[in-house]
């Protein structure tokens, strides 16, 4: 019984954990988005790039590739961490369950 | 036997009602702090304005202290005051026009102030809801020590 609190604690603060980061990839692919919207909109020629405390002057193509590039790293990390997600809520389900106590 | 069954009644009601209030203030919390942030930015980026104004009307040559970090300055001119380096999202930025900048810098004001007002409404609904259970909290509370 012990053991199973412990574990059903250990398992809440990894799906928090894991939420956590959903909502700052979520945040992150929706600024990469509104980026690239206004990249396209104002089709600057130069854009600036940081790096570190830096700004680096890049070309437009660049800018819109390194975008493109930066979405799908965090669209395949969202989509593992959503399943993550999903299989930690079914544990916790089924343990909440095991224990008799109503889902947090 | 009717007397133990209300008590355990009483007694399951103030643990639900205590779980919905420790629930109810956490979300408070967590709408306070979105607002502080968003406050920051909001005077962070009225700032800029502040700074876009005075670049516009003192223009090219003016010589200003830069920050270079913990509270040291260097010299430097104003050059090509016109422009403006604006951030975009995703670590980039791009060169606008000083009036366009502060077009776009206005926007981000009236979006915000919209976002805040949002959840200042949220905010006040969830107090009204934590108004209205504490008084149930503390009467059942009252009765379960008087048992």
Known sequence: MSADITKLQQLLYEYQAVRNEIVALRSRIA?????????????????????????VEIGLEEALRYI????????LRLKKLEEQERKLAATIKELEKKLGIAPA | MRTVAAKIQNHEKLRKLQDELRSL?????????????????????????EVLEYIKKYGEGKTVLVPIGAGNFIRAKIEKPETVIMGVGGRLSVEVGIDDARKMIEER??????L????????????RKINEILPQVEELARQEQQK
């Open chain 1, 31 to 55: 600024e990469l988005r509104n980026a690239k919207r206004i990249l396209e909109e104002k089709k600057p020629r130069t854009v600036f790039r940081s790096i570190g405390p830096m700004l």
């Open chain 1, 68 to 75: 493109e590039d930066e979405l799908e790293i965090a669209e």
């Open chain 2, 25 to 49: 203030i956490a979300q408070a919390d967590q709408l306070r702090a979105q607002i502080d942030i968003i406050n920051a930015t909001i005077q962070d980026l009225a700032a800029s304005i």
């Open chain 2, 109 to 114: 004001i009236a979006t915000l102030e919209e």
């Open chain 2, 116 to 127: 805040r007002l949002d959840l200042l409404r949220k905010l006040e609904e969830i107090n």
